[in-house]
Structures are given as structure tokens and as C-alpha cells.
């Protein structure tokens, strides 16, 4: 039996806010990862942040039979992030648009650094992102999944790369944009990075920022990272042991 990890309280309590959602400036929204969710797939993964609900499916490695992509002395990592329609308030089209095109891409670029890509040449490694419900910070959600979803298939990583954002909303610096926060912010910084390392795989900004801000921003959005990660792994010690 798989158990779900939930904390619903990932802050340290420092500081109080005037957040619509009451957390405080350094508090993630409530977390839950679980490992291993499909059946179907060679590694699964179901992460629920806040109001997103984002499943990841991984397939592979194996063969690659187009030509013009094929790489001959390394795997090839495709992404495909999409939005159910019911997903938002308003339902959305189907099909690929304008902006899951774009995540796609920087979810496989995020990813890419992590992955021992050069054990399987001429392959391909296929990670299927899909949002359920969605509640600002899809992409940081649908990295975190993914990433798991990797390493419940098998797939060799240097590591498990985590996701999360900081931002600035009505003048304060803060951890883990909601949905208002992301739309009527000032500024939105999603990061990726390998915790192991440090090293950041995905920082995209979104509105201004002084240099100042900037950095407390850049620091939130790492430490948002650290304590994602270790959910990442206590989803993996549930379904494997240690």
C-alpha cells in the first residue's frame, strides 16, 4: 500500500504575512507526492500543491524509430505538459497551445541535466505531464512529478531536480505564488535545480525586481526547493523502502 506524505504546514514560522491565503512570506502551500500511481506506466508519479493536482507518466527507455530526432550516442528526452480542459474555471481548449508548447520544452530542458542520457543512445525517454486542477505554479508542480516519476521508472539520474517559485505580491517578497499572487503579482521567478549540487537547471522571471529583491526571491525559491526535495524522496522511500 502506497501512503500519501502530506505536511500541511512546510513553514518555519518566522514571520507573518498579509497573504490572502494567510501563509506566511516563507511557507509553501500544502504538499503531497506520492510514487508509483499508474499501473500502465514504467514510473508514475502524483503531486498535489496547494489547489494543483498534477499526475506525471514516464515511458521508457526505449527505441527511437524517427530518424531526424534520433541521437546516436545518447537518449532523447521528450515532454509534453498539458492542461485538462476542466482543469481551470473556464474550460480550457484541448490540445497543445501557445504556452504548454513552451513548458514542454523548458520541462525537458530542467530535466535534461539530471539524466544519464548517454546509457541509452538512440533512445528515447517520454515524460507525460498532465494537470488535473490547476492553481498557479503548474510548471514548478509538473517538474517536481516528472522528476519523480524518473526515478520511479529506473531511469538513472545524478538527481531528483525540484521546482518552485518565489515571487512579489503587493510589495513582499514571498515563497510559492498562489494562483492571485502569480496573475496579479508583480513578479514571478519558477526555478528548477539538482539539491545535491545547487546547480539550477530552470530560473524563468516574470515582472521586475530590484536586485535586492531579486535575491531574497532567488533564496526563497532554493529553499522552497530543499524542502520539496525531501518530500520527493520520503514519496520514494514509501514505495521502495530505504
Keep these: 500500500m502506497i501512503s500519501i506524505i502530506t ?13 490572502a491565503d494567510g501563509r506566511a512570506f516563507d511557507e509553501l502551500r500544502p504538499l503531497k507526492i506520492e510514487a508509483g ?8 508519479a502524483y503531486v498535489e500543491m496547494g489547489g494543483n493536482k498534477v499526475l506525471a507518466a514516464v515511458y521508457g527507455p526505449r527505441e527511437l524509430h524517427i530518424r ?14 498539458n492542461m485538462a480542459p476542466f482543469s481551470v474555471d473556464d474550460r480550457k ?41 490547476a492553481e498557479g505554479g ?10 519523480v516519476a524518473l526515478a520511479d521508472a529506473g531511469v538513472p539520474m545524478r538527481d531528483i531536480v525540484v521546482a518552485c517559485a518565489a515571487g512579489k505580491s503587493n510589495g513582499q ?3 510559492d505564488l498562489s494562483e492571485v499572487e502569480d496573475k496579479e503579482g508583480e513578479a ?19 515582472g521586475h525586481l530590484t536586485g535586492e529583491e531579486f535575491e531574497k526571491a532567488l533564496d526563497l525559491a532554493v529553499e522552497g526547493c530543499k524542502r520539496i526535495s525531501e518530500e520527493q524522496k520520503k514519496a520514494i522511500k514509501n514505495r521502495y523502502g530505504d
Excluded: H, W
Design 173 to 175: 517578497v514571498v515563497m
Design 138 to 147: 503548474t510548471r514548478c508542480a509538473g517538474i517536481t512529478a516528472a522528476s
Design 37 to 44: 500511481v499508474l499501473e500502465r506506466a514504467d514510473g508514475s
Design 7 to 19: 505536511n500541511s504546514n512546510l513553514s518555519t514560522g518566522t514571520e507573518t504575512s498579509a497573504r
Design 188 to 206: 514571478d521567478l519558477p526555478i528548477a535545480m539538482m539539491p545535491r549540487t545547487g546547480e539550477i537547471t530552470l530560473l524563468q522571471m516574470d
Design 93 to 133: 481548449r484541448p490540445g497543445p497551445d501557445r504556452r504548454s508548447v513552451e513548458i514542454s520544452k523548458i520541462t525537458s530542458e530542467a530535466l535534461t541535466p539530471a539524466v544519464f542520457l548517454e546509457k541509452f543512445p538512440r533512445s528515447t525517454i517520454d515524460v507525460f505531464i498532465e494537470v488535473l486542477e
Design 68 to 81: 531526424r530526432i534520433m541521437m546516436p550516442n545518447k537518449a532523447v528526452l521528450r515532454c509534453k505538459y
